[in-house]
Nanobody, 125 residues
């Protein structure tokens, strides 16, 4: 059974930075795309960033473009999200997700086969 394990969340002041990590545990996961989503209290889960695992092509939501960077270490099979210039509106539970097949609608959470348990990011003003 494959599990995605996230780490790196925490409490940070506005303007600060955090780096999230996500790695599959268990058997190898031959993912096509991995992504980060987030969910704030009382809100729906929203897309943050995605990356095509082989090509490295990245996609970012407008709300994080220029502040967040998604990347991956193919050899170690680890997904990252570098978050800079954090603002209180970034406060949420952040989830990593993996899709085994290619889908053009990478912002659609329903396309992802595996999810992590979430890591909390809290940005204070």
């Amino acid at each position: 059974q494959v599990q995605l394990v996230e780490s790196g969340g925490g409490l940070v002041q506005a303007g600060g930075s955090l780096r999230l990590s996500c790695a599959p545990s268990g058997r190898p996961l031959y993912q096509n795309t991995m992504a980060w989503f987030r969910q704030a209290p009382g809100k729906e889960r929203e897309f943050v960033s995605a990356i095509r695992w082989n090509s490295g092509i990245e996609y970012d939501s407008d709300s994080v473009k220029g502040r967040f960077t998604i990347s991956r270490d193919r050899d170690a099979n680890i997904l990252y999200l570098q978050m800079n210039r954090l603002i209180p509106e970034d406060t949420a539970l952040y989830y990593c997700a993996a899709a085994l097949k290619y889908y053009s609608d990478y912002t659609n959470s329903g396309r992802y086969d595996y999810w992590g348990q979430g890591t909390q990011v809290t940005v204070s003003s």
